[in-house]
């Protein structure tokens, strides 16, 4: 009787330890902004970080820039998007009525942009329509106002090799 008594004893302590350093450091690795040492922590390119030093609101609220008239169109950044060789803007193929507004959503789980331009060299990158980042589960919008009609290929600054186009009619 006396042992098992003291065998109990042990066994509460034992638990009581356990908890006391299970509980804090599975706590200080759970996925919370702010947190650097979460296991499922992902660092933000320099690309990023510039495009949200440059464009604070952008980053925070996915707010955008230069949007106007209703919207015409609406882009889905997909799930896994940032995986070279998945489907990235759904549709990849805009269409949308010149003054109307482009709407883009970003499902994925790290950060990306809608940017005119074919890639990152192109010299008018960024210059007619651009996102900036999007942050997961964020949208952005901009408006064709100031595009004249035609044919304007689109990629993500992040992630160079997700493309799509926007058709202007
Ligand atoms: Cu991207």
């Given at each position: 009787m006396w042992i098992g008594r003291k065998a109990l004893m042990v066994l509460l302590i034992l638990g009581g330890v356990t908890g006391a350093i299970i509980y804090p450091t599975f706590h200080s690795i759970a996925p919370v902004p702010g947190n650097m040492f979460s296991l499922y922590r992902l660092n933000l390119t320099p690309q990023d970080i510039a495009a949200a030093e440059k464009n604070p609101q952008a980053a925070t609220s996915g707010s955008t820039s230069a949007s106007s008239g209703p919207v015409g169109a609406s882009v889905t950044i997909l799930a896994g998007a940032s995986t070279q060789g998945?489907?990235?803007y759904a549709p990849?193929?805009?269409t949308v009525k010149k003054g109307d507004s482009v709407?883009?959503?970003n499902k994925d789980s790290v950060p990306h942009t809608l940017t005119n331009g074919k890639d990152p060299s192109d010299p008018t990158t960024?210059?007619?329509f651009d996102t900036s980042i999007i942050m997961p589960a964020a949208s952005a919008k901009f408006g064709t106002t100031k595009m004249a009609a035609g044919d304007y290929p689109f990629h993500c600054t992040v992630h160079?090799?997700?493309t799509g186009s926007l058709k202007v009619q």
């Open positions: 998945n489907p990235s990849d193929a805009v709407s883009v959503i960024g210059k007619l160079p090799y997700m």
